[in-house]
Nanobody, 131 residues
Framework: QLQLVESGGGLSQPGGSLTLSCTTSGSTLDYKVIGWFRKAPGKEREAVSCFSGGNGRTYYADTVKGRFTITRTNAVNTAYLQMNNLKPEDSAVYYC????????????????????????WGQGTQVTVSS
């Protein structure tokens, strides 16, 4: 069973940068989609960015396009979320998640990324953006 562990959260000033890591074990990421989600107090959990291990396709929420970058290191089965130009509204608990995608079509065919589509989750890491 795939296990996910996030790290790298913390405090940043507005305009700063943080890099989140998602280390996986128990299975490879070759036929999986890795997703980063976040949940702020009083808000629903939302998809931030996803990466398809099958074809390299990526997804970014409109609110983070141009500021966040998702990558994956095949050798160590680790996914990263590089977050630049952070804003106070980026403050949330960030979760790493994964789902199977043997056909490699999930990101190309899904109109809305839903947290319920993902079957494995990490424990979350807090990101706070404040001056």
């Amino acid at each position: 069973q795939l296990q996910l562990v996030e790290s790298g959260g913390g405090l940043s000033q507005p305009g700063g940068s943080l890099t989140l890591s998602c280390t996986t074990s128990g299975s490879t990421l070759d036929y999986k989609v890795i997703g980063w989600f976040r949940k702020a107090p009083g808000k629903e959990r939302e998809a931030v960015s996803c990466f398809s291990g099958g074809n390299g396709r990526t997804y970014y929420a409109d609110t983070v396009k141009g500021r966040f970058t998702i990558t994956r290191t095949n050798a160590v089965n680790t996914a990263y979320l590089q977050m630049n130009n952070l804003k106070p509204e980026d403050s949330a608990v960030y979760y790493c998640a994964a789902r199977s995608d043997y056909s490699g079509t999930y990101l190309g065919s899904t109109l809305r990324i839903k947290s319920t589509d993902f079957t494995s989750w990490g424990q979350g890491t807090q990101v706070t953006v404040s001056s």
